[in-house]
T-cell receptor, first 112, second 114 residues
Framework: GENVEQHPSTLSVQEGDSAVIKCTYS??????FPWYKQELGKRPQLIIDIRSNVGEKKDQRIAVTLNKTAKHFSLHITETQPEDSAVYFCAAPRAGGFKTIFGAGTRLFVKA | NAGVTQTPKFRILKIGQSMTLQCTQDMNHNYMYWYRQDPGMGLKLIYYSVGAGITDKGEVPNGYNVSRSTTEDFPLRLELAAPSQTSVYFCASSTHGRRDTEAFFGQGTRLTVV
């Protein structure tokens, strides 16, 4: 069945350092890979996504890389800032979107 | 567009009571989902729907029921509330077909069962 594993569960970095969060998925039919950020007490919101015909996508300080052969994709945040502190979720919907399953989440702490 | 709207935002139920969490979206999305999020935990899929009249179970469906009579609405029904159902509930919607899109979430319903 579908499974999305996300690592690490907690990540603490100094302000200005980089943070990397990795997800692996099991369904080879998945072709859309979003990352969501959830601030404390708020709803999850999309921050970046990538489709299977692209290997890397960048938006200012955040980037996502995809390795379809290995079935993993990663979120990269450079020059981290305290406002990046949040929980980050990956997801790997099956082609057609059935049963969008989220990773368990990564709690990122950015220390000033 | 209002996006995804959930009501109520907060609710306290007594054990054994029932309630319906309302969710409506105005983006004409075909897919809708209900997730629960326990404190400090991830999102667990309760039920989902791929279109009006079609619903299916997710990872944790026990104790819940859903219906999808229209594209816009996807209510979640709790029968015989139990303390284990204390959680934050998120409704979400997305489009899938020729091109998948992100999931848009409602603001959440914080439910406490005492």
């Amino acid at each position: 069945g579908e499974n999305v594993e996300q690592h690490p569960s907690t990540l603490s970095v100094q302000e200005g350092d980089s943070a990397v969060i990795k997800c692996t998925y099991s369904d080879s039919a998945s072709n859309y890979f979003p990352w969501y950020k959830q601030e404390l007490g708020k709803r999850p919101q999309l921050i970046i996504d990538i489709r299977s015909n692209v290997g890397e996508k960048k938006d200012q300080r955040i980037a996502v890389t995809l390795n379809k052969t290995a079935k993993h994709f990663s979120l990269h945040i450079t020059e981290t800032q305290p406002e990046d502190s949040a929980v980050y979720f990956c997801a790997a919907p099956r082609a057609g979107g059935f049963k969008t399953i989220f990773g368990a989440g990564t709690r990122l702490f950015v220390k000033a | 567009n209002a996006g995804v709207t959930q009501t109520p935002k907060f609710r306290i139920l007594k054990i054994g009571q029932s309630m319906t969490l309302q969710c409506t979206q105005d983006m004409n999305h075909n897919y809708m989902y209900w997730y629960r999020q326990d404190p400090g935990m991830g999102l667990k899929l309760i039920y989902y729907s791929v279109g009006a009249g079609i619903t299916d179970k997710g990872e944790v469906p026990n104790g819940y029921n859903v219906s999808r009579s229209t594209t816009e609405d996807f209510p979640l029904r709790l029968e015989l509330a139990a303390p284990s159902q204390t959680s934050v509930y998120f409704c979400a919607s997305s489009t899938h077909g020729r091109r998948d899109t992100e999931a848009f979430f409602g603001q959440g319903t914080r439910l406490t069962v005492v």
